[in-house]
């Protein structure tokens, strides 16, 4: 067991009091007045109110923050693109201007992929990953909470530039020469360039952090193939993340520099190549789309077996699956570009390989088809609308096969048939695969359940909602309806279908107002007294998550769980008896771990939002005057260097009661680096490596 | 939905037989806390980010490499031809900023070697060196750029250009950083911030710097040396 008084950092702390005299002062119930000023700001100790929330770093109140920041992005994405079906709902429409419809779909697109799927699934990963594998918290919480806050303001960033001139109307994917001054010179761009790069940023520094979690943090017993397929498609993407996001990072630089500094690389004038961004771009954007889609994965391989009483059918084969996915994920990037004429070798290459990367696709899906054959099968919402992505995916994964073929592509790119394949991987697949999740955990991060009966209502009109919409635009796609147009003429025939997808779009839209109802009556339920508490296990649950109390008390678990099989918890609930029959032995609520122990936990820090301010900062100093950008590259350095000389965990609250866990609730986390840790490692952790790569991101 | 799992024909509802509470499921065991728990790799997680990080930044100078590549022979579509930076290459003089950024390599592990030892006034030294050599090569770069704007290369003045000075731009702006990173490094070991029990901070920083210099040797090849 640590000694936490012994560790360096405290006793050469740089507010200069010798080593030993502030540690005695420490009792349990000291601080607050004698709090250590490290850098300019007294640090932050005993936060309650919005100040818990602004200055957290515990991973579940994160995860929560970015649930609800998404959620929130979410309304405004699906406001955006209702104006869209209003304005197609006949033909000729004139409710909005050609160049606003432009924008609205380019940012309808934006918001939803970048400030809505994107961080739904980092929710998700930030809450479940370091429970289920049975951790304390992520590997450097303050650097997930510098995540947290540079999303936050990279999303109000991107959509102030709806007061600020308009947004950007060259489509999602920004096609350069299109995007370049000469046919977008309002400051859309400018915008969306500098907004995905600050979104970027955040999704580097979570992903680097999540993945040294999964990779280093595993609890004892806990090997690659005993992880939860969640946990396992979550390290996919972190992976992928890592990997792609430098490429659009400069793809957006290249844009920028073209927009701000008259530089030359989209200028066709002078001998540039329009292929380079759309390749740059879809190096990115293809692994992006699992990026997407991988987590929504896992989710419903967590909930399948649950609801049908079985284990996942071929474990290590849906993990395997996950990985291929990633890996092949690198190798099809062009099937986007079959109608830019790059040569028949490279279409024929694309091609090919794109139909590949159905094989593990459809190999999941078999694999989910098979958990539930013979089971028994509960129709809870999240097993509802896990059920309804097996069904829904599959669809959207067929029209993609379609794509693959090249010829048959030329005839449906830019037509409705695509919007109506991406939104059924995108909605159908991936969003439906987040709101299982959401009615899944739910109980687990709030302590009760959503309400069933709404729930079911949202399902149920979701799913209708959502095929009527989409369901369509396969139709008027294959018809030949060109996407991104914003009027049709009255006798193409359009028009019928398109009037059936507008009314779709709004039973989804009272669809999302259930949901919205059902949050917050249930909570202000919940805080009357009215709803029942969930207890620890509600589903009968397989993996760690539910083995720790309902909310999930501050530290997690109170005694570092060991497992020793997939789906350890589960095991610890059913075995099998003389005749080789499982038979239960115990129930989840009872054999949960209490949350009574009060072991030191990270302290809370000012520099993450503090830091994280900087970055728009230097965004509207690139677009309108770089004295702005000046003041906010002083806060991001100042912020760094206030960062890198305060202990990740303050080293005067509350030491010296290690050993038997009854600290008071500040100090020390349980990282994965400790005095006495074998490799040596010190503690201050985090500290050098978190300011260094936020150094180089800012760079970037 | 129910708060207590309903029990299916495959496990039939067994009360936990002997004992009067149930046992919890994940009790104390030897590993007591999370304090002592190692990395799950050999690898501190300070270290694995920096080779993540680095792993990442790769793909980054890839993409830019491969954007000059493709655009450094590009000319107009139509009037004359424009100046490009390989006409204005020094190649004996950016041979010698890079032998030195090369060079700095070396005293990094000297660095590193010496905090390993406990030697902190040689570390500090050593960091220092580097730190120096780093600013050597960065005032060679500035020279270089100045020198090639006094030509006639302005950053706008044409494709290559613009793709030349953004490459080599961005590799400046890591060497800088790395620099700020080693003095700061000095200052925390100077004020007894870093002490000896801390050497795998230099280390880490060390592979920054060293991946940074192992760039540079393929920029210098790809963009200086390849016609």
Not at chain 1, 662 to 671: A, F, K, L, R
Not at chain 1, 682 to 696: F, I, K, Q
Request: proline share 6%; with cysteine; charged share 15%.
């Amino acid at each position: 067991m640590a000694i936490v008084t012994d560790r360096p950092d405290s006793a050469d702390s740089p507010d200069g009091s010798g080593p030993g005299t502030e540690l005695e002062v420490a009792e349990p119930d000291s601080h607050g007045d004698d709090s250590p000023r490290t850098g300019v700001f007294a640090r932050p100790t005993h936060a309650t109110g919005w100040r818990e929330w602004l200055f957290t770093v515990d991973h579940k109140k994160i995860g929560i923050m970015y649930g609800a920041l998404a959620l929130f992005w979410f309304l405004i994405g699906g406001l955006e693109i209702g104006l869209v079906r209003l304005q197609l709902w006949a033909p000729d429409g004139e409710v909005i201007s050609a160049d606003f419809y432009n924008q609205l779909f380019t940012m309808h697109g934006v918001t939803m992929v970048f400030l809505v799927i994107m961080p739904l699934a980092n929710a998700f990963a930030n809450y479940l990953v370091p429970l289920q594998i049975g951790a304390r918290d992520v590997a450097f919480p303050r650097m997930n909470a510098l995540g947290l806050w540079i999303f936050f303001f990279g999303g109000i960033f991107l959509n102030l530039s709806w007061f600020l001139g308009g947004g950007a109307d060259g489509g999602w994917f920004a096609y350069a020469p299109n995007t370049g001054m000469t046919f977008s010179p309002g400051h859309g761009m400018d915008f969306y360039a500098l907004g995905l790069q600050i979104a970027g940023i955040a999704s580097l520094l979570g992903a680097i952090n999540l993945l040294v979690t999964i990779i280093n943090m595993r609890c004892p017993g806990m090997s690659l193939l005993r992880m939860p397929v969640f946990t396992w498609m979550i390290l996919v993407v972190q992976f992928l993340l890592v990997f792609a996001l430098p490429v659009i990072t400069v793809a957006l630089i290249l844009l920028t520099f073209d927009r701000t500094f008259d530089a030359n690389f989209f200028n066709v004038d002078a001998g540039a190549d329009p292929l380079l961004w759309q390749h740059l771009f879809w190096i990115f954007g293809h692994p992006e789309v699992y990026i997407l889609i991988l987590p929504a994965f896992g989710v419903v391989s967590e909930t399948l077996p649950v609801f049908s009483r079985k284990p996942l059918f071929g474990y290590p084969i849906v993990v395997l699956s996950g990985a291929a996915i990633g890996f092949m994920g690198w190798g099809v990037w062009a099937h986007h570009m079959f109608t830019s004429g790059m040569g028949p070798v490279s279409v024929a290459a694309f091609s090919a390989t794109t139909m590949f990367i159905a094989v593990p696709t459809g190999v999941k899906i078999l694999n989910w088809i098979a958990t539930m054959w013979a089971g028994k099968v509960r129709f809870t919402v999240p097993m509802m609308f896990s059920v309804s992505l097996v069904a829904m995916f599959t669809i959207g994964g067929l029209s993609g096969v379609m794509h693959a073929i090249a010829p048959a592509d030329t005839q449906q790119t830019d037509t409705y048939f695509i919007v109506a394949h991406f939104h059924y991987v995108l909605v159908g697949g991936a969003l439906m695969g987040m709101f299982a999740g959401m009615y899944y955990w739910w109980p687990k991060a709030f302590g009760y359940h959503l309400n069933d009966r709404l729930g079911r209502w949202h399902f149920w009109l979701m799913l209708l909602g959502f095929n009527v919409t989409f369901g369509p635009m396969h139709i008027v796609g294959l018809q030949g309806m060109a996407r991104r147009h914003s009027v049709y003429g009255e006798f193409d025939g359009f028009e019928f279908w398109n009037k059936i997808a507008t009314i779709g779009y709004f039973l989804m839209l009272i669809a999302m107002v259930i949901l919205a109802v059902n949050i917050f009556r249930t909570w202000g339920r919940y805080r009357r007294g009215l709803e029942p508490g969930a207890g620890a296990d509600p589903w009968d649950g397989r993996t760690l998550e539910w083995a720790i109390p309902s909310p999930v008390p501050e530290h997690n678990f109170d005694y570092v769980p060991v497992v020793s099989d997939v789906d350890d918890f589960w095991h610890k609930k059913y075995q099998p008896d003389e005749t080789g029959k499982l038979r239960r032995i115990a129930y989840g609520n009872d054999i949960a771990q209490i949350g009574d122990q009060h072991p030191h936990l990270p302290s809370p820090s000012y520099w993450p939002i503090v830091l994280a301010m900087g970055m728009p900062l230097i965004g509207f100093g690139l677009i309108y005057n770089l004295w702005i950008a000046g003041i906010g590259l002083l806060l991001l350095v100042g912020s760094m260097f206030g960062w890198t000389l305060e202990p990740a965990t303050d080293p005067d609250a509350g030491h010296g009661h290690g050993h038997d866990g009854y600290g008071d609730h500040d100090d020390d986390h349980g990282g994965g680096n400790h005095d006495d840790s074998p490799d040596g490692q010190d503690d201050g952790n985090g500290v050098l490596t978190a300011s260094t790569a936020n150094g180089e991101a800012a760079g970037d | 939905m129910t708060d207590t799992p309903t029990t299916g024909s495959t496990a039939a509802a067994v009360e936990p037989a002997e004992g009067d509470e149930p046992q919890i499921a994940y009790p104390r065991t030897e590993w007591d806390d999370y304090e002592i728990i190692p990395p799950t790799t050999s690898l501190s997680n300070e270290k694995l980010t920096m080779w993540t990080f680095l792993g990442s930044d790769c793909l980054l100078f890839g993409a830019l490499i491969s954007t000059y590549l493709l655009l450094r022979n590009r000319q107009p579509l139509s009037g004359e031809g424009s100046l490009k930076a390989a006409d204005l290459f020094d190649i004996p003089f950016t041979s010698v900023s890079s032998f030195v950024l090369l060079m700095s390599s070396l005293t990094m592990v000297l660095a590193v070697s010496a905090i390993a030892r406990g030697e902190m006034e040689r570390c500090k030294l050593w960091l220092l060196t580097t730190a120096a050599q780093g600013a050597v090569f960065i005032a060679g770069q500035v020279y270089e750029f100045t020198s090639f704007y006094r030509e006639g290369l302005g950053f706008t003045v044409s494709i290559s250009s613009s793709a030349f000075y953004t490459l080599t731009g961005f590799h400046g702006v890591h060497v800088s950083l790395g620099i700020i990173m080693l003095v700061t490094l000095w200052a925390m070991i100077n004020r007894g911030i870093i002490g000896p029990e801390r050497a795998e901070t230099v280390e880490i920083i060390g592979l920054y710097w060293h991946f940074v210099d192992i760039v540079w040797i393929v920029i210098f090849a790809v963009v200086y040396l390849i016609p």
